[in-house]
């Protein structure tokens, strides 16, 4: 490798850490969103998680952490788990966890939602150069668009990661779901108070709190939490709140 190539991101193995193995096509789609984020970066702020070892755990292994039942099911051609369920992921930024899900489960149709149109331009140019085309973009606010009929209650799984305080990420995430869908909420710490106020958020956004997962990342023994809520009832139409 020249002193001009970009840096390769890290294997080692360290995949395992989720329980899956991604095949060769999609560790080069990793290693060029890779390169295509640090591209952009020149040109946007989209990331300061550049070095390969950090964007690998903290980037592509954390996105893929809140949705490791489903990879895993994947490698054992599981079809009821698998099938093909619409997603989004609010508040997108960069592409994160929205793009590394898309990458490795090809059979779902991913959303990325963003209300910066800078970036969503930017992620319409990445998508084409990745040949991902299970991925399409929408440019606005999820409060606005969480309203709109082609969008509220349409998808199977919602995705939300630091995005603001829980509360707000359920109010945002339980609106875009059918009943029976799963928002996945992606959080570092988490306190019992905060768990309090969380539950009563989502009993009034028609959701329960299915399950809290605590875990620690593979290479910097970071903690991080992922909340898992499900839908049981229609949330009413005075949601998601403005927020600002």
């Not at 939602?113 to 970036?119: A, G």
């Not at 998808?155 to 869908?181: H, N, Q, W």
Request: charged share 20%.
């Amino acid at each position: 490798m020249s002193e001009t190539d970009p840096p390769l991101l890290p294997e080692m193995g360290l995949w395992q850490h989720l329980n899956w193995q991604p095949t060769t096509k999609q560790q080069y789609q990793f290693q060029r969103l890779y390169e295509l984020i640090l591209a952009g970066n020149r040109q946007l702020n989209l990331t300061r998680i550049t070095e390969p070892v950090e964007f690998w755990e903290k980037h592509l292994w954390d996105s893929l952490r809140g949705i490791a039942p489903f990879l895993q099911e994947s490698e054992k051609k599981d079809e009821t788990l698998n099938s093909s369920f619409k997603v989004i992921d609010i508040g997108t930024g960069a592409g994160f966890p929205g793009i590394p899900i898309a990458i490795s489960l090809p059979h779902w149709t991913v959303t990325l939602l963003d209300s910066t149109r800078k970036k969503i331009t930017f992620l319409n140019t990445l998508l084409a150069q990745l040949d991902i085309q299970n991925a399409n973009t929408v440019t606005g606010r999820a409060e606005i668009v969480g309203k709109q009929r082609s969008y509220q209650q349409s998808y199977d799984v919602a995705l939300i990661r630091a995005v603001g305080s829980a509360t707000i990420c359920a109010e945002y995430a339980l609106p875009f779901l059918k009943l029976g869908g799963l928002a996945v909420l992606y959080r570092g710490n988490w306190t019992t108070a905060e768990l309090e106020a969380l539950q009563n958020a989502v009993e009034r956004l028609g959701g329960v709190i299915e399950a809290t997962e605590s875990f620690t990342t593979p290479l910097s023994q970071s903690i991080r939490h992922c909340l898992y809520l499900r839908k049981v009832a229609v949330t009413q139409l005075n949601f998601p709140v403005q927020l600002v």
